[in-house]
C-alpha cells in the first residue's frame, strides 16, 4: 500500500529525488508546458505512487527546470476545498507556498479568456474541468489528467 504523505511540503525531500537526469520520452518531446489537474497534483503531492510514468515524467522535468507546470487557479481552490473535506485543512497560501518552491511552476490569474471558455466546452460536464481544459486550449498544450471527462472534447489534448 503507498505512503501518504502527511506534510504538504514533504514532496520534495520524498522517495523520488530527481538530482539524476531525466530524459523527456518522445511522447513528451514537442511540449514544454502541460497543464496539471487537480487529481494529479493531489497525488503529486499526498501520494506520488498514483502517478502514471508520464506524469511521474512531467514532474521531475519541471523540478529539474525542463517544463513548466501550469496550475490553475480553479485548482487551487478545490486542493483547498477537498483537504477541508478529508480533515486536512490547507490554506490556499501553504498550498501556494509549496508550489513556488518547485522550480518549473506557473500560476495563472484566472481571467476574460478562461471564463469565455465555460460556453466552448460543452462536452466537459463540470464547471471547474471547463475552466481547467480552457487553460490547455488557450495555451495549446497537454492536459495531465486520468479523467475521462476531458477525452470527449477533441479540442484537449491530455496525457496520462
Known sequence: MPTTRTSWSSR????????RTTRRPTLLASHEQFVIDTHVL???LKDPDRLSAAATVIFRLAETGNAVLVIPAIAVAEMYFLSVKLGQPLPPSALLDTLVDISGVELPDMGKEQLEFLERLPEIPEMHDRLIAADAVIRGVPLVTRDAAFTASPQIETVW
Open 12 to 19: 520534495r525531500s520524498g522517495s523520488r529525488a530527481t538530482s
Open 42 to 44: 493531489w497525488w503529486y
